[in-house]
């Protein structure tokens, strides 16, 4: 069976990729090399340069499912039914009193075309990203969704990227690092999974990320535990949220400038000397027992 | 004047930046705040100190179809309009249904019904707060947690109010991490960017996939690269500076501050102490105002 463990936060900034890098080197070299990542963080992904970056691409697979409207001008008699009709603010008046299309806001779902009355709407197919799928410097396989700028369906390009990673045979575990926040790409990355570990910083700003994780955690039913990054940062607040959220907060990370030189040199802590180890294998022995 | 202030990574300190140079314009004129991170807004712990005051609160819906079965004749166009897919019919037990989950909210299905059996409700998709910072004005959106259409939330704030924030004469929007269609639009739409990153290779990776959103959509109002920790590893820090270097002159580098990181802790902004940190913000305003 396989098992996959999602890692996200309310917040962004807090550790996701820190987390979520280490646990899979920790998983591929001393647990079960059957192991994948999934870079869900579609807009910003950066879980394969977190263990080296690639050295071999297995695939590079685009994704064309999102539509964007065309109005043709030749045909449109102004009639306005589809500015009136769109729910997304994607069409504007401009100044010739001519509909125009505001692709970033396009959901492409045809509403305008079925209210025009000269059919002068049509739809192209534009590219929604690229699912990367390959090898990094310390040995992980990891498949990236990587969002075209500018695109929109995140949600789907993280499905699509979870289900190559599923292909793997005899696969054993997955770990996805998910985009900040709560919407949809995260709960993309969320629903289905058997564990979800939220990472959380002590300020109120990233303990409000966390706790509005946990209620979309309790939505969706999947269990989580809690990791208090940086800790050490203000001691009063993490006491507070391990006294608040109990016994799901699984471990403690303290500040360390070790850190930010492994992600300097690109080198997982789970690959060096740093007295930060120790920390992340008890957590990570915690977690893979549960 | 429209200050936008983006960074591909969460976490690199777009609020810190935001609620600064807010408060430094606010003294010369009329300035809002938009808190466009609807996932996880930020701003009223950034501005703890200024006592906030919340004068409204508006709740932003998504069109919800439902069904009245029996006006359906079970004709199947709505089933096959919908662009999510979210319409089930099963035609033995006549009975026909709506994926909550999977409606876009678009509407289609209404349109195409000839027997009127699709009715409008609506769903609660977050809020919106209107509220007052001392002198300064804010907008802050907020996704439901549970629901996942974000773009819904921030769309809203960003179309919905701009007869509002128009008035100011300084509107700082906050948006929120990555580089997808949301961003797009806020950058789109403001005079001037603030880009925000932090000398970390992760941070260097998100900054290079906003810049290729700027210049691949011709993005070029006026820019300025905030570097921030930039102590962390100067070489990267360097390396971020070439780079912007090419679309701009303003680079502003600031390096960690434990006064900094506490002011964002306790929700009182660095210039409204005497400290030597709040230079950084000066400059930043300055170069705005230049």
Do not use: W
Not at chain 1, 234 to 263: A, F, L, Q, T, W
Not at chain 2, 57 to 68: A, L, N, Q, S, T
């Amino acid at each position: 069976m396989i098992r996959e463990i999602a890692v996200a936060s309310g917040k962004g900034g807090t550790g996701k990729t820190f987390i979520a890098s280490n646990l899979l080197y920790y998983i591929s070299k001393y647990v079960d090399e059957k192991c994948v990542g999934v870079d869900a963080d579609a807009e910003a992904p950066d879980l394969a340069l977190a263990l080296g970056d690639y050295v071999e691409i297995y695939s590079r697979d685009d994704v064309y499912e999102s539509k964007k409207a065309v109005i043709d001008y030749e045909k449109c008699n102004l009639c306005l039914n589809c500015y009136n009709t769109c729910r997304f603010y994607a069409i504007n008046i401009d100044s010739q009193g001519r509909p125009t299309i505001v692709e970033e806001y396009c959901e492409g779902c045809g509403a305008c075309s079925l209210v025009c009355t000269s059919d002068a709407i049509n739809y192209r197919v534009v590219k929604t990203g690229t699912v990367i799928f390959g090898k990094t410097r310390h040995g992980q396989k990891v498949v990236t969704a990587d969002l075209e700028v500018s695109g929109r369906n995140t949600g789907h390009l993280v499905y699509i990227a979870r289900e190559k990673a599923k292909s793997i045979p005899e696969l054993k575990y997955v770990i996805i690092d998910s985009a900040p926040g709560i919407g949809c790409p995260v709960i993309s990355s969320i629903v289905g999974s058997n564990l979800l570990i939220i990472c959380v910083e002590p300020t109120e700003q990233s303990y409000n990320g966390c706790r509005r994780l946990i209620q979309v955690a309790q939505i969706l039913k999947v269990d989580y535990r809690v990791i208090i990054n940086k800790y050490d940062m203000n001691i009063e607040m993490s006491n507070r949220i391990e006294k608040e959220i109990g016994n799901n907060v699984i471990g403690r990370i303290p500040y360390s400038r070790d850190i930010v030189k492994s992600y300097a040199d690109m080198i997982p802590i789970m690959a060096t000397n740093s007295k930060i180890r120790k920390d992340l294998e008890e957590i990570f022995e915690e977690i893979l027992k549960l | 004047m429209i200050i936008a202030v983006a960074g591909g990574k969460g976490g690199v300190g777009k609020t810190i930046i935001a609620s600064n140079i807010a408060i430094l314009l606010s003294r010369i004129g009329k300035t809002m705040i938009i808190d466009a991170d609807v996932d996880n807004p930020c701003i009223e712990n950034t501005l703890k100190v200024l006592n906030i005051q919340v004068l409204k609160i508006e709740e932003v819906y998504r069109f919800k179809p439902r069904i009245i079965i029996e006006k359906c004749d079970l004709c199947k166009k709505c089933v096959d309009t919908c662009p999510e897919n979210a319409i089930v019919i099963i035609p033995q037990m006549r009975n026909i249904f709506i994926i909550d989950t999977l409606c876009a909210g678009c509407g289609c299905c209404k349109l195409v019904c000839d027997r009127e059996a699709i009715v409008e409700d609506r769903e609660i998709e977050g809020t919106v707060k209107i509220c007052k910072a001392g002198t300064i004005d804010l907008i802050v959106g907020e996704l439901k947690p549970g629901e996942k259409r974000s773009y819904i939330v921030m769309t809203k704030i960003i179309e919905g109010y701009r007869d509002l924030y128009r008035n100011y004469d300084y509107t700082i929007i906050d948006a929120p991490p990555g580089t997808g269609a949301g961003v797009f639009s806020i950058l789109k739409n403001s005079d001037i960017h603030i880009i925000v990153t932090e000398a970390t290779r992760l941070g260097f990776s998100d900054f290079m996939k906003i810049m290729k959103l700027k210049i691949s959509k011709n993005l070029n109002q006026k820019t300025i690269v905030v570097i921030n920790k930039y102590d962390l590893n100067v070489e990267i820090s360097r390396e971020i500076e070439n780079e912007a270097r090419k679309i701009t002159n303003y680079v502003v580098r600031i390096p960690y501050s434990d006064n900094i990181a506490r002011s964002y802790m306790i929700g009182k902004p660095i210039v409204l102490e005497d400290l030597p940190e709040k230079k950084y913000f000066e400059d930043i305003t300055k170069i705005i105002l230049s």
